[in-house]
């Protein structure tokens, strides 16, 4: 067993203590094998581990000490009655909202209503199909949320109708279809399909308790508040949350720092370590310029014994991108030059974009949550060329290349093992290191307010960043975001 540092050394002692505890670990800097040096410490207690996903529940299963459960959130609370539910046939928006017979709740006959959009084009007809879609997506939301009941603030904002008036007819819609839908998915004889989702909402409903006396919690800056709030009621176990608040970078999706509230809420002594193992001196600086400019109090140190350097990379083991559409135009150039391409997570989610577009573009409607407010493709690149947003680089991409060759080489994607070049959003590419990382254009510099000059970052832009810069081992290539400098504040 390797020595602990100092830091690692103050947390095992302080969780010895028999206290709640709270460590701040920043990129690299053994977080999971500090957890199993406080599990070694003391085999005479039951602990659980809380994993992020599947795949880092079953790898800490293999590690750490046979005293320690380890699972996700989900795998807490799973049970085999809802088996039948979750292997039913997959359902589509459509087939979901005619299972569930929305025009019957809502009282519809004939054409569907329609509502008025942003842009001041035509009203968009909301069929039972993109009803469905919206209110699938609000269940989720209200999953992930530790709120006991389905509320207006769960419906999803859509680009496009988030002004008052379409807003309103769009919760009127909602709710009421989002309220039969959850009385369904919790009766037995339900006709909707379940997802892993849902049952953890019913779970944490009912109030569980876990039979353990020590919780450990990983990657806890991306809790979603249904789990920190059962996690948080477990007033038996003493409970650890381990993560990294400057990579919380999922808070769109609903996720929100535990660590915070966890020192909140049970008065938690807040540890850090700053140690990195995964990168020399060189990155860690360029880490900390990113740390300094969102506020973070955390500063990484890095390791001496490796070698790393900051400066342009012409042979990337990786491309770290901020957008979808920023990652497919990477893949087209790379087969374009005819190399084997990898994009993390695969094409899946950009058939679905380029599947939306053709619909847009022969005048269906889409149910893809980016682009469902949109009645036309006009529309969304009227859009885009207002909100200079993601969606431009995605529009951008569409209509230069055209669907049918961003299928293409969506298909073409090969396995991460088998590629000469992997390609990423930064999003999914958190948790991974490369040893030859650059970082993508497409990570813009915002631009100066109107009023005062100022160039307002925000502050889930300069984590994204972050995690970023931090995924290389030895080399680094972060021209694209030198605009760092020019930052002035940094916004909520």
Not at 25 to 50: H, N, Q
Not at 54 to 66: C, E, G, L
Not at 238 to 245: H, L
Request: hydrophobic residues 40%.
């Amino acid at each position: 067993m390797v020595d602990p540092t100092p830091e690692q050394r103050d947390a095992i002692d302080t969780y010895g203590d028999g206290i709640d505890l709270v460590l701040q670990a920043g990129a690299g800097c053994g977080k999971s094998s500090t957890l199993k040096m406080i599990a070694k410490s003391d085999p005479r207690r039951r602990m659980t581990y809380v994993a992020y996903n599947k795949a880092i529940a079953a790898d800490a299963a293999r590690s750490f000490p046979s005293t320690v459960l380890c699972k996700t959130g989900h795998g807490l609370a799973f049970d085999a009655r809802h088996l039948p539910r979750l292997n039913m046939p997959r359902q589509t928006a459509h087939q979901a909202g005619q299972a569930l017979d929305v025009r019957k709740i809502l009282g519809i006959i004939g054409s569907p209503p329609a509502i008025p959009t942003d842009a001041g084009t035509a009203p968009k007809a909301m069929t039972s199909k993109l009803i469905m879609r919206v209110v699938l997506d609000t269940i989720t939301r209200w999953c992930h949320s530790s709120d006991p009941e389905i509320l207006a603030k769960h419906v999803p904002q859509y680009d496009g109708l988030t002004t008052d008036e379409p807003r309103r007819a769009l919760l009127g819609l909602v709710l009421p279809v989002a309220h039969a839908a959850w009385a369904d998915l919790c009766d037995e004889t339900g006709v909707l399909k379940l997802s892993h989702d849902h049952y953890l909402k019913m779970w944490a409903l009912s109030g569980p308790k876990l039979s353990t006396d020590v919780v450990l919690l990983d990657e806890a800056q991306d809790t979603n508040d249904v789990l920190s709030a059962v996690l948080l009621d477990q007033e038996h176990a003493q409970r650890i949350a381990v993560g990294d608040s400057a990579q919380q970078i999922y808070s769109w999706r609903g996720a929100n720092d535990a660590l915070t509230t966890f020192v909140r809420e049970l008065d938690a002594p807040e540890l850090t370590l700053s140690q990195s193992f995964r990168f020399g001196p060189a990155i860690a600086d360029e880490a900390n310029r990113w740390l300094h400019v969102i506020g973070a109090p955390l500063r990484l140190t890095g390791y001496d014994q490796a070698e790393s350097t900051v400066g342009p990379v012409a042979d990337p083991d990786a491309i770290l991108c901020r957008t979808n559409g920023g990652a497919m135009g990477i893949v087209l150039e790379g087969l374009a030059a005819g190399r084997s391409v990898a994009l993390v997570g695969g094409g899946s989610d950009i058939k679905r974009l380029a599947w939306a577009a053709e619909s847009l573009q022969s005048g269906q409607p889409t149910d893809h949550p980016e682009l469902l407010g949109f009645p036309s493709w006009d529309a969304v690149r009227e859009y885009a060329e207002e909100e200079d947003g993601s969606l431009k680089v995605l529009v951008r991409l569409i209509d230069e290349h055209g669907t049918g060759r961003i299928l293409t080489a969506a298909d073409a994607l090969v396995a991460e093992d088998r590629a000469e070049l992997v390609v990423s959003t930064a999003h999914k590419a958190k948790g991974r290191e490369w040893n030859r990382v650059r970082i993508h254009s497409d990570f813009r510099a915002p631009k100066p307010q109107p009023e005062t000059g100022h160039v307002l970052l925000p502050r889930e832009e300069g984590r994204l960043a972050y995690v970023a810069v931090t995924r290389a081992r030895q080399v680094l290539d972060c021209e694209a975001l030198a605009w760092v400098d020019t930052v002035t504040a940094v916004a909520a």
